[in-house]
């Protein structure tokens, strides 16, 4: 499937390659749970800084993202994603529910509304989103942020795919307190 626009990924996971545990929380990316006030689990690069998402983010022209990571940021007091326009696809949510979201029912319907737009690069976010633009071919490129710790079981994005998908490394960098941080570019 061809689009104008690219899909890239910016994810944390643990060293076993899971985003989440298999209830969904993300605990283990930050040390401790969500905090109770409602404001966004803020990691520390060990510099004052986020490891490079805020750069990310400014240089994409939109997100995409499936319901549960939607439901996940949607009671953050400080929505993370000022200014970018937000697809989520779900076929649950109603649309016009949330005036910073655009809700899309399926994933065809997704690609086609970020195609309209003209969006060029898209920021691929969820585990089975992300899954689902790796099988079309959408995806040009990954930020795997592995935190040191291994959960055992969970969710993974990497789920089966009907041929291997070539990978050339960027760049890795290391930050203090262990994580490491690789990005590859999909081979065409």
Same mark, same amino acid.
Not at 18 to 35: V, Y
Not at 69 to 77: H, L, M, N, S
Not at 136 to 165: H, M, N, Q, W, Y
């Given at each position: &499937?061809?689009?104008?626009? +690219? ?5 944390? &996971? ?7 545990? /298999?209830?969904? %929380?993300?605990?283990? *990316?930050? !040390? ?8 966004? $689990?803020? $990691? ?17 022209? @939109?997100?995409? &993202? ?19 326009? =937000?697809?989520?696809? /779900?076929? #649950? ?11 899309? $029912?399926?994933?065809?319907?997704? =690609? #086609?509304? *970020?195609?309209?737009? !003209?969006?060029?690069? =898209? ?14 071919? *959408? ?5 795997? /942020?592995?935190? $040191? ?12 795919? @009907? ?8 760049? %890795?960098? #290391?930050?203090?307190?262990? &994580?490491?941080?690789? +990005?590859? %570019?999909?081979?065409?």
């Amino acid at each position: &499937m061809d689009a104008p626009f +690219t899909g890239s990924v910016f994810l944390g &996971m643990s060293v076993d390659g899971f985003i989440a545990r /298999s209830d969904g %929380t993300l605990s283990f *990316l930050d !040390g401790g749970e969500k905090p109770d006030d409602g404001t966004a $689990p803020a $990691p520390d690069d060990g510099t004052g800084g986020d490891f490079g998402f805020a750069d990310f983010v400014a240089s994409i022209d @939109a997100i995409v &993202m499936g319901r549960s990571t939607y439901e996940f940021i949607q009671p953050f007091a400080d929505w993370p994603y000022q200014g970018k326009p =937000v697809h989520v696809l /779900s076929s #649950t949510l109603e649309p016009g529910a949330d005036d910073r979201i655009t809700v899309h $029912p399926s994933f065809d319907e997704a =690609v #086609t509304g *970020l195609t309209a737009a !003209g969006y060029r690069r =898209v920021y691929v976010d969820g585990g089975r989103t992300v899954h689902a633009f790796l099988r079309a071919g *959408l995806i040009a490129d990954l930020t795997l /942020s592995r935190v $040191p710790v291994l959960i055992g079981t969970g969710l993974t994005p990497f789920g089966e795919l @009907a041929a291997d998908i070539a990978l050339e490394h960027v760049r %890795t960098r #290391t930050f203090a307190g262990g &994580m490491v941080q690789s +990005t590859y %570019t999909v081979v065409r």
